[in-house]
């Protein structure tokens, strides 16, 4: 859920509220009771990812898994290094 900050146009009082983005904005400051308060836009908060896992290089190198296997065949050509679907 996303963090919300107030601000009470009356007293000046902030808070930052935890609400469901389908909630309803506090209107009423619960400092000075009235009907002043509003939500604050800021530019803060910007999405970041921390850990491991997010980069292309956190991945490992190789084939994925459902990736065909090789065809193999057992032919005499195969043996003698010419194996003609290595082509």
């Known amino acids: ?4 900050q107030y601000r009470c146009s009356n007293c000046g009082n ?6 469901k983005m389908s909630d309803d904005s506090l209107t009423i400051c619960p400092k000075c ?3 002043t308060f509003e939500r604050v836009i ?5 999405f ?5 896992g997010f980069y292309k290089t956190d991945y490992a190198k ?3 898994a459902d990736a065909p296997a090789a065809p193999s065949c057992a032919t005499a ?11």
């Open 14 to 19: 902030e808070l930052e509220i935890v609400q």
């Open 48 to 52: 970041v990812l921390k850990g491991s």
């Open 33 to 35: 009771e009235k009907e």
């Open 42 to 46: 800021t530019a803060e908060g910007g």
């Open 77 to 87: 050509a195969c043996a003698g290094g010419s194996c003609p679907m290595a082509k």
């Open 62 to 64: 190789g084939k994925p």
């Open 1 to 4: 859920m996303p963090t919300y």
